[in-house]
């Protein structure tokens, strides 16, 4: 009797979310790019195989494969038994910790959809994001003493009515420090109160009988074609777009990650930024775990928590931001942080500086949330590790550049915008088909707006980052908006007209700057006025303004338009020249 082949394809599709064109599906599966595995499938495949091993180490505690794949099963179920069903959107507002990776794969085994914001994420951006995904549940913080997550939660749930639950999920309770507590009836203990629908997520799992946890979730279907995550990306545009990333090439793009830096159960990672980041979970946290790879967790290490991770924890392979190197560059410049472990640290724009400082190979990473990852290799020329960007992972990555604007290619040796398809790059948007009209050509390629060229060294063709279209701003990696940035400065009663662009720092990259144009002859607001407006409006901190600079119109183009050119100009310039002084002055 012949087997019946697998469906290619979703089988119940989730209204708003674009799925791949069935010939590209096909073809994709054909060539062994996409299977018919689930990450759930995977994740739960590498913690038995790894069971005995150390998948997490945090200053919490550590926690095994088996505990971890015994834990995210006990909290899946218990979610499940809450009310909440696959498919299901669930807020997510978690510093990196062990909590946030058991919370995460949790709801992937349950089958719910984890919205990756940010803790550092507001009303603005939350209550639009709860209604655009009409998540069912919010995950929170309660041991921020600068903030009260779980009230706001509370507010949030009066903004969007889709939100029933509010789960808190702190870092000290869900390793060896939080087993004892639990033990011991901490007084520091999670809010729980089901009268108002919170719930500790330690409380779930430790009221979750592991076989009852077994028999709920082995009633889940899970869909290589569905969607497994909501990312997010900061964009051009005034709201945040919802980025629906699917089972099999989510997978697809770890297990490319993994085999590219050559990960094995030998490794250990210290990737410090963001974990809910696209870059984290997919060049991070993600394949770490799929490969075996021990996870090092410490929240905002600085440079004294990086030479205790390297002392004790030895990790093999770090990964780092830009602003994190800056932020540890004394102690690496005193020898104060041993680094003879290490095989190699991944970074955006920062390879030759590694190489030279650390000693290490610095795999260039770059990607999208939307896509496409290029990264050099440790068998590159050190010309293409350090001026390039290195090749995509996968031969299934199409590349085009395009003259701006259009969908005609550049010349041969001209600069173009960076247009790209492939097994693991996204079809659309979440419920945006205007945006998407904008951001993919008629043939299906997305429109990255980074500008790109071509180079091709010992017979191989890499790439040239050149630049951006997009207007943002790069603050040590968090792309920010400046039109959403705009719009919050624009709704001050003193400002007339403004334009934001990104100013030249050091430490992160790009800053924001405001060039404010003041309403009625007024003076435009002093920076810590309008901070104060921004955190009124419920703009996330880190997309706040960092500098203003007052103008008496904004310059336009010949179109109309504001020149931002001109304007990113003129604050490099001034900055620059104040650089210049300041060290003159040492």
């Known amino acids: 009797m012949q087997q019946q082949q697998p469906r290619i394809g979703v089988e119940a599709p989730i209204p708003g979310v674009v799925y791949p064109p069935q010939e590209a599906l096909e073809r994709y599966v054909a060539g062994g790019a996409l299977g018919f595995r689930t990450l759930p499938d995977a994740l739960r495949a590498a913690m038995r195989t790894h069971a005995d091993k150390v998948a997490i180490s945090a200053p919490e505690g550590s926690l095994t494969f088996s505990?971890?794949?015994?834990?995210?099963?006990?909290?899946?179920?218990?979610?499940?038994?809450?009310?909440?069903?696959?498919?299901?959107?669930?807020?997510?507002?978690?510093?990196?910790?062990?909590?946030?990776?058991?919370?995460?794969?949790?709801?992937?085994?349950?089958?719910?959809?984890?919205?990756?914001?940010?803790?550092?994420?507001?009303?603005?951006?939350?209550?639009?994001?709860?209604?655009?995904?009409?998540?069912?549940?919010?995950?929170v913080l309660d041991d921020d003493r600068k903030f009260d997550h779980v009230g706001f939660a509370m507010k949030m749930r009066r903004k969007a009515p889709t939100l029933a639950f509010t789960i808190v999920a702190n870092?000290?309770?869900?390793?060896?420090?939080?087993?004892?507590?639990?033990?011991?009836?901490?007084?520091?203990?999670?809010?729980?109160?089901?009268?108002?629908?919170?719930?500790?997520?330690?409380?779930?799992?430790?009221?979750?009988?592991?076989?009852?946890?077994?028999?709920?979730?082995?009633?889940?279907?899970?869909?290589?074609?569905?969607?497994?995550?909501?990312?997010?990306?900061?964009?051009?545009?005034?709201?945040?777009?919802?980025?629906?990333?699917m089972h099999n090439e989510y997978l697809y793009n770890m297990e490319l990650v993994a085999r590219h830096l050559g990960w094995s159960s030998g490794d250990a990672i210290f990737y410090p930024p963001p974990m809910m980041h696209n870059a984290n979970m997919v060049c991070g946290w993600g394949p770490a775990l799929l490969a075996g790879v021990r996870n090092i967790i410490v929240p905002e290490p600085d440079a004294r928590d990086?030479?205790?991770?390297?002392?004790?924890?030895?990790?093999?392979?770090?990964?780092?931001?830009?602003a994190i190197l800056m932020r540890i560059s004394d102690a690496v410049a005193g020898k104060l942080i041993s680094f003879k472990s290490l095989r190699g640290v991944m970074?955006?724009?920062?390879?030759?500086?590694?190489?030279?400082?650390?000693?290490?190979?610095?795999?260039?990473?770059?990607?999208?949330?939307?896509?496409?990852?290029?990264?050099?290799?440790?068998?590159?020329?050190?010309?293409?590790?350090?001026?390039?960007?290195?090749?995509?992972?996968?031969?299934?990555?199409?590349?085009?550049?395009?003259?701006?604007?259009?969908?005609?290619?550049?010349?041969?040796?001209?600069?173009?915008?960076?247009?790209?398809?492939?097994?693991?790059?996204?079809?659309?948007?979440?419920?945006?088909?205007?945006q998407d009209a904008r951001a993919f050509t008629s043939d299906g390629f997305y429109r990255s707006g980074d500008l790109m060229s071509r180079c091709v060294i010992e017979g191989k063709t890499y790439y040239v980052f050149e630049g951006r279209i997009k207007d943002v701003v790069d603050r040590g990696g968090e792309k920010i908006s400046c039109e959403e940035v705009e719009l919050a400065v624009g709704a001050h009663a003193a400002v007339a007209d403004c334009a934001v662009v990104p100013m030249p720092c050091e430490t992160f990259g790009e800053r924001a700057c405001a060039f404010v144009v003041p309403r009625n002859g007024r003076g435009a607001p002093a920076l810590h006025e309008l901070q104060a407006h921004l955190q009124g409006y419920g703009l996330a901190k880190f997309k706040w303004p960092e500098r203003i600079?007052?103008?008496?119109?904004?310059?336009?183009?010949?179109?109309?338009?504001?020149?931002?050119?001109?304007?990113?100009?003129?604050?490099?310039?001034?900055?620059?020249?104040?650089?210049?002084?300041?060290?003159?002055?040492?």
């Open 306 to 322: 990086f030479a205790r991770v390297m002392m004790f924890q030895k990790p093999t392979w770090i990964g780092v931001t830009r």
């Open 67 to 139: 505990e971890l794949d015994q834990q995210t099963d006990r909290a899946a179920a218990a979610l499940l038994k809450l009310g909440l069903k696959p498919l299901d959107a669930a807020i997510f507002q978690l510093a990196n910790s062990t909590s946030l990776v058991v919370a995460v794969i949790a709801c992937w085994k349950a089958g719910i959809l984890p919205v990756c914001t940010l803790a550092a994420h507001r009303e603005h951006e939350i209550g639009y994001l709860a209604n655009h995904t009409r998540a069912r549940a919010h995950f």
């Open 549 to 586: 600079e007052e103008i008496n119109a904004l310059p336009t183009t010949k179109a109309g338009k504001p020149d931002k050119q001109s304007l990113r100009s003129l604050i490099a310039e001034r900055v620059g020249a104040e650089t210049a002084a300041a060290k003159a002055l040492q």
């Open 347 to 434: 970074s955006m724009n920062a390879s030759e500086l590694v190489r030279k400082e650390i000693g290490v190979f610095g795999a260039h990473v770059f990607g999208m949330t939307e896509g496409v990852v290029m990264m050099t290799h440790r068998d590159d020329s050190a010309r293409a590790q350090d001026k390039t960007v290195g090749r995509p992972l996968s031969p299934f990555d199409e590349v085009k550049l395009l003259v701006p604007g259009t969908e005609n290619e550049a010349a041969e040796g001209e600069v173009g915008e960076l247009a790209v398809r492939g097994a693991y790059t996204i079809h659309g948007y979440f419920d945006a088909p205007e």
């Open 171 to 245: 870092a000290n309770k869900l390793g060896l420090l939080g087993r004892l507590a639990s033990v011991f009836k901490s007084a520091t203990a999670e809010p729980h109160d089901p009268k108002t629908q919170v719930y500790s997520l330690r409380r779930l799992i430790d009221g979750m009988d592991p076989g009852e946890a077994r028999t709920l979730l082995a009633r889940v279907q899970h869909d290589p074609f569905q969607a497994v995550v909501f990312q997010l990306s900061g964009g051009t545009t005034g709201v945040p777009k919802v980025i629906p990333r």
